[in-house]
């Protein structure tokens, strides 16, 4: 799939960027250029291929690398009040910040 000046022409507008004649000639040839890579991409046989979950996965155990998903252990009230202590306002050891939407 190719596109032309017209689609070109169509993105910038629709991304409200305004683009030369050059800057719009160079970003035709760029996204051709992305098109003809998912073309060759599309082309390849993977009949049979079982999914990765990642990419990393077939080289190295990603299990291994990640992070386990346990509590930390709690602060100290010492420690809570070092860190409230660099806050602009605090109440009730929790941060106060400003309303954003009324």
């Given amino acids: 799939m190719a596109i032309d000046h017209q689609d070109v022409a169509r993105i910038a507008q629709l991304a409200r960027l305004e683009l030369t004649p050059d800057a719009a000639q160079r970003a035709l040839s760029e996204l051709n250029g992305i098109f003809a890579l998912i073309q060759q991409l599309q082309a390849v046989d993977t009949q049979g291929i079982e999914p990765m979950a990642h990419p990393l996965s077939a080289h190295q155990e990603i299990a291994l690398r990640l ?3 346990a ?9 809570r009040q070092e860190l409230m202590s ?3 306002a605090a109440s009730e050891g929790l941060f106060l910040v400003p309303t954003v939407i009324e």
């Fill in 71 to 79: 509590a930390a252990p709690t602060h100290t009230l010492e420690q």
């Fill in 86 to 88: 660099n806050s602009p």
């Fill in 67 to 69: 992070r386990s998903d």
